[in-house]
């Protein structure tokens, strides 16, 4: 495949991000605001390791919000924030954002976008991005990543980062965990549609699930799919097929928290 797809962010659901800003600081991690989407009705907080980040996403005006038809995203921020907290979507990186809507057309998928982002940081500026989403039916969406562009290089990226204060935290983003009811068939979509490498399977004696995991540009998505009761099937129950945690690597901790609903395992 050409097309060269990262790992971007983890979207989670969050009642108040500035709150969700201040727990994070709590347990010794860098946290910041990030602005506002004046268009969707929604605001958010970051919490970066490198270029890898979590998106505290909240609702700051829920009629605006409810108004969105082009995003896929809000929508689902919509539905579900009266649910509670957590993990709700994941987002991909490329610099090839048309290439990459035509690929998934030619899967069979219908798509919307790219369509333009915005918000302004908190220290006035405008930053812009473009998001293209696949489109999903049914009752019980995967909620496919969606592809953003930030136009701009990774090192371009970076930088501008850097001089905003955000690469403050240690280690990296390394696994994503997602809760699915078929996990060959995820890990399969994953290679098909973003090149990913599928790993060997394995058994998870605690979660009561099998597990298939993945690999992308560095980052390990794992796919559980019950075997039998466990705490694997009671979130596929309560909140469907979604992302429920994170590990991140060499961050300086040593210790496993929740942030907003999102597991976190620091090694």
């Known amino acids: 495949m050409s097309l060269t797809f990262r790992f971007d962010h983890a ?30 009705g929604t605001y958010n907080s970051l919490l970066h390791f490198g270029l890898s980040y979590i998106e505290f996403l909240g609702l700051e005006d829920r009629n605006r919000a409810a108004a969105v038809a082009d995003n896929s995203l809000i929508r689902q921020l919509v539905r579900e924030q009266p649910s509670g907290e957590g993990l709700i979507r994941l987002a991909l990186r490329t610099n090839q954002m048309e290439d990459a809507a035509r690929h998934f057309q030619r899967q069979g998928l219908r798509v919307t976008g790219p369509i333009p982002g915005r918000r302004a940081t908190p220290d006035g500026q405008i930053l812009e991005w473009s998001m293209l989403f696949i489109e999903e039916t049914g009752e019980d969406p995967f909620f496919l990543p969606f592809i953003i562009d930030w136009k701009q290089t990774d090192e371009e990226r970076e930088h501008r980062l850097r001089q905003l204060g955000l690469l403050k935290n240690k280690g990296r983003l390394s696994e994503i965990a997602t809760v699915t009811r ?7 979509t994953w290679k098909r549609l973003f090149g990913a490498t599928i790993e060997k399977p394995a058994v998870d004696e605690r979660l009561n699930a099998r597990m298939i ?19 694997v099937s009671d979130l596929l ?5 979604r992302p429920f945690r994170i590990v991140i690597e060499d961050s300086g901790l040593k210790t496993a928290r929740r942030l907003a609903g999102a597991e976190m395992w620091f090694r």
Do not use: I, M, N
């Open 11 to 40: 979207v989670c659901v969050a009642r108040d991000p500035f709150q969700s800003l201040k727990d994070a600081e709590a347990v010794g991690l860098s946290a910041a605001a990030g602005g506002r989407h004046e268009k969707w």
């Open 213 to 231: 995991p993945v690999s992308l540009a560095g980052v390990r998505f794992a796919f559980y799919e019950p075997t039998g009761v466990g705490p």
């Open 237 to 241: 129950s309560a909140r469907g097929q």
């Open 182 to 188: 078929d996990a060959e068939k995820a890990a399969a």
